[in-house]
């Protein structure tokens, strides 16, 4: 079999062409591009200056935008797409094809779809900022970028693992479990973890924290992106102490670079594993 024709590769190209007619993924792109550059324009104005930030600052900024923008969307567009309906589930199900690799498919045309929805806005942001500020900064903007396709990667990881516990169900159920893993991982996380750390010892805590930050998917991309961008004034002396721990920066970025391998693996492997059990 050509494997331009491999069953993975055509639901890849099916759900990307889903998904870019989609008026979710339309809204995303033009919703980040827009926000991209109000970002970009507008970063001087708190500091009482005005004109167009340059890279650096642009993608200091843009941080905290990704970190709750892309989680968000990546899976509530992820269980959208990825829970068909009950009669639907069951006319693609019976095709003579394994289920994980319709699986793979159309992870992979969703991330497609979404990407290029980002690359929009920050490609958008960054001709701005290059035509106004000139080049300086550029590779920590691409850096920022690279960080925003790997929590794009994870959390459709993570949509596709609820939607094989929802295959044939409404997608209403799917859809509130979602938004539940989004505010535990973004908002409630850090919370908790802050709140068990203030009960402790200072070297406990310290370490605590440390373990926080690499267990976490988007404590490990925020760690990795703010170390890249302001290198050890990132966090100041947490800074010192994550890179201490890890042994200096190139153990820190092995440690990052493993826990989001793992929460890109993880996911779509134990959601291919679910959805070949599942009784559709």
């Known amino acids: ?9 055509v639901c890849a190209r099916q759900e990307l062409a889903l998904a870019v007619r989609s008026r979710w993924t339309q809204i995303f792109a033009a919703v980040f591009a827009a926000l991209s550059l109000a970002v970009a324009a507008s970063g001087y104005i708190l500091s009482g200056g005005h004109g167009v930030q340059d890279f650096a600052r642009t993608a200091a900024s843009l941080v905290q935008l990704v970190l709750l923008l892309v989680p968000l969307t990546s899976l509530l567009i992820g269980v959208l797409a990825l829970v068909p309906d009950r009669g639907a589930a069951e006319m693609l199900f019976s095709q003579p094809v394994s289920r994980t690799a319709i699986l793979l498919g159309k992870v992979a045309g969703l991330l497609q779809a979404l990407v290029a929805a980002q690359l929009l806005g920050f490609g958008a942001a960054g001709l701005v ?3 106004q500020a000139g080049e300086e900064g550029i590779g920590r903007f691409l ?10 990667a994870i959390f459709l990881g993570l949509a596709a693992l609820i939607a094989a516990g929802s295959a044939g169900r409404r997608r209403t159920r799917a859809l509130a479990v979602a938004l539940v893993v989004w505010f535990a991982a973004v908002v409630l996380y850090d919370v908790v973890a ?3 750390a203030s009960m402790l010892r200072s070297g406990t805590a310290s370490r605590l924290l440390i373990l926080s930050v690499i267990v976490n998917p988007v404590d490990a991309v925020r760690t990795g992106t703010l170390l890249g961008l302001e ?9 010192l102490a ?6 200096g920066p190139l153990g820190a970025g092995v440690v990052l670079s493993l826990s989001i391998l793992l929460w890109i693996a993880v996911p779509v492997w134990l959601a291919a594993r679910r959805l070949r059990r599942a009784d559709i």
């Open 1 to 9: 079999m050509p494997l331009a024709n491999h069953p993975a590769l």
């Open 129 to 131: 900022v290059y035509s």
């Open 143 to 152: 850096l920022l970028t690279l960080g925003s396709i790997l929590l794009t």
């Open 194 to 196: 802050l709140g068990a």
């Open 231 to 239: 290198g050890v004034t990132a966090f100041g002396a947490a800074s």
């Open 242 to 247: 994550f890179l201490r721990f890890t042994r």
